[in-house]
């Protein structure tokens, strides 16, 4: 079955740091950009970085650049999210999402379950 | 600034017809035919109905259908059902290499 599957969601002050996960299995990872797209509570979907299939190109929206970074490990089928910074308006569940072509189509087929980051005090 | 805007709501009868409209800025569409909508039910992952403005991706009905003229994407759905019953949410690649996301339809079936 083609499946993503986040995890490393959780609470975290103002200022902290969370890492987060999205293993991918029923594919070939590494032929596919994936991205982060991320939904606040009561809001609609934002997309938040993407990154290519070699992480040759890597991009972010506005509201996280310089405190996100995106990474892979297409040896480990896995996606990361580095959230640095976090403040109160990151908090939202975050998805993994494939794209939907090798060849990068900016349409996302396959979604994780998505994982909830909730920065409170 | 780059924007997607969408109806905030929508609403039909069983077996009409509905259209949501996403009308974005020039530098939202870029220029480019990387339109895609997700159907999203609450507490569910989204999930890709159309891309490149009108092509439908493997199992979805072809109920659904996607156009785009000048500045505004259009869906519509035919023959609504109950189940369609949920969020709707255009987005696009922008020419700011990247993508955005309009502010979502929510579609209900009276």
């Known amino acids: 079955e083609v499946q993503l599957v986040e995890s490393g969601g959780g609470l975290v002050k103002p200022g902290g740091s969370l890492r987060l996960s999205c293993a991918a299995s029923?594919?070939?990872?590494?032929?596919?950009?994936i991205n982060w797209v991320r939904q606040a509570p009561g809001k609609g979907l934002e997309w938040v970085s993407s990154?290519?299939?070699?992480?040759?190109?890597?991009y972010y929206a506005d509201s996280v650049k310089g405190r996100f970074t995106i990474s892979r490990d297409n040896a480990k089928n896995s996606l990361y999210l580095q959230m640095n910074s976090l403040r109160a308006e990151d908090t939202a569940v975050y998805y993994c999402?494939?794209?939907?072509?090798?060849?990068?189509?900016?349409?996302?087929?396959?979604w994780g379950q998505g994982t909830m980051v909730t920065v409170s005090p | 600034q780059s924007a997607l805007t969408q109806p905030a709501s929508v609403s039909g009868s069983p077996g009409q017809s509905i259209t949501i409209s996403c009308t974005g800025t020039?530098?939202?569409?870029?220029?480019?035919?990387?339109v895609s909508w997700y159907q999203h039910h609450p507490g569910k992952a989204p999930k890709l109905m159309i891309y490149?403005?009108?092509n439908r991706p493997s199992g979805v009905s072809n109920r659904f259908s996607g156009s785009k003229s000048g500045s505004t994407a259009s869906l519509t759905i035919s023959g609504l059902q109950a189940e369609d019953e949920a969020d709707y949410y255009c987005?696009?690649?922008?020419?700011?290499?990247?993508?955005?996301f309009g502010g979502g339809t929510k579609l209900t079936v009276l």
């Open positions: 987005s696009s690649y922008t020419s700011g290499a990247s993508v955005l």
């Open positions: 999402a494939r794209d939907v072509s090798v060849t990068t189509l900016y349409a996302f087929d396959i």
């Open positions: 990154i290519s299939r070699t992480s040759s190109y890597i």
């Open positions: 490149e403005v009108s």
């Open positions: 029923g594919f070939t990872f590494s032929t596919y950009s």
């Open positions: 020039s530098s939202a569409f870029g220029g480019y035919n990387y």
